[in-house]
């Protein structure tokens, strides 16, 4: 037989609120800055932000910024796209990388603490040597 289960004295679980698409964007615009600082990243492939971003601030625009809200929509639009063409122009594997530690699955491992004996002193090979010049 099932058992009726009394409704107050169950938990309530309160659901937490998904901003999927914001947190989403703000995870792609810190991609993109660490990749934008990255050196192994080709410097063409960093010319794509700057791009992006001059064309927010210059006077041509696909549509005019005088019909509001339609206006800066191209804008925002051309900003998405170079920023994702940024990011899929890069190496993957960089990606990847910068994508682990921005979610924090790095792969450092904590060694175990060393003893407190001073290290050794290099070794050091003498032997006799002879310079020869090639004629």
């Known amino acids: 037989m099932s058992e009726l289960r009394d409704p107050s004295k169950e938990k309530r679980q309160i659901q937490?609120?998904?901003?999927?698409?914001?947190?989403?964007?703000?995870?792609?615009?810190r991609?993109?800055?660490r990749l934008l600082f990255d050196s192994r990243v080709p410097l063409w492939i960093k010319a794509?932000?700057?791009v992006s971003l001059i064309?927010?601030?210059s006077p041509v625009d696909l549509i005019p910024d005088v019909a509001l809200g339609v206006g800066q929509l191209d804008d925002l639009a051309v900003l998405v796209i170079g920023i994702k063409l940024f990011i899929e122009l890069c190496p993957p594997a960089l990606v990847r990388e910068h994508l682990k530690n921005l979610v924090g699955e790095t792969d450092?491992?904590?060694e175990p603490d060393a003893p407190s004996t001073p290290p050794s002193p290099p070794q050091?090979?003498?032997a006799p040597y002879e310079v020869k010049k090639d004629d």
Do not use: E
Request: hydrophobic fraction near 65%.
């Open 48 to 50: 794509i932000v700057p």
């Open 31 to 33: 991609l993109a800055w």
């Open 16 to 29: 937490p609120v998904s901003l999927g698409f914001l947190a989403d964007l703000i995870r792609q615009a």
């Open 124 to 126: 050091v090979i003498d």
């Open 55 to 57: 064309y927010l601030i």
């Open 108 to 110: 450092w491992r904590v």
